[in-house]
């Protein structure tokens, strides 16, 4: 029988916070981020899209195995304004000179073979092929687009497909909202499992940038089994090496 991790560990920079998974837990934190970003004047268009980005979380949530959520959100001043700027071009909820946000989000599930439907086992090359044929959305009300064609990269010791896409978003009311999306597919378990990491931001300005950053993160994936020593492990050893010596000399 193929055995299953038991853990899945990612490190994440400074700035960066923790997304409860539990329902209320999270409805809160979304209403308190989008009430302190509204009190710092905030443009309405980017609050509102934290709001929207928040909600496909939360179904992301609602409906796959996360285990894993993360956010990072920061308010830029920016810089003084061009003197043709033309002020019918400033937000409702701000002008030219409002705070800019900066915010990027990290949403890491797994994906059973048996839960897909599929004898064939999700080697990275089973994955890459079915990536370069079409390109699945995780919602009813998410497409992508290919910024650059599916690939396989190294994160560590794991074989993984690397997917960068553009990610349109469709609210309720019929908004589209674009964000910078990149994702890395990893096997485990022989094939039976997947581990999805999805990234993404909406400051395609800073793309390079947060893309850069995205596969930092992604190659401190550890993968733990049951079966793996850890540090506990090692411990507990010393420890009964050290016991048999002392017990052998009691002076």
Known sequence: MTAFPDSIVLAFPPGWDDIP???????????????????????????????????????????????????????????PAAENDDAETSDEAGGADAPVLVMAGAAVSTLMRREM????????????????QEIPGDDERVRYAEIEPPSTCRLGDLEAVKLVRLMNVSSRVGDDHKLFSQSYLVPVADGDAV?????????????????????????????????????????????????VLEAADPA
């Open 117 to 132: 439907q599929t004898e064939v086992p999700l080697a990275a090359d089973v994955l890459l092929s079915a990536y370069g």
């Open 21 to 79: 998974t539990e329902v209320n837990a999270y409805r809160r934190r979304l209403a308190q981020q989008v009430a302190q970003l509204r009190a710092n004047d905030v443009k309405r268009s980017d609050a509102r899209l934290v709001e929207v980005q928040g909600a496909l979380i939360h179904r992301l949530i609602s409906q796959q195995n996360v285990v894993i959520a993360n956010s990072y959100v920061a308010l830029e001043t920016p810089g």
């Open 195 to 243: 581990i999805a990491m999805q990234f993404s931001t909406i400051n395609f300005e800073y793309a390079k940038q947060f893309s850069e950053l995205f596969g930092r993160i992604a190659g401190t994936l550890r993968v733990l089994y049951p079966d793996d020593p850890t540090f506990l492990d090692d411990a507990t050893a010393a420890d009964a090496e050290q016991a």
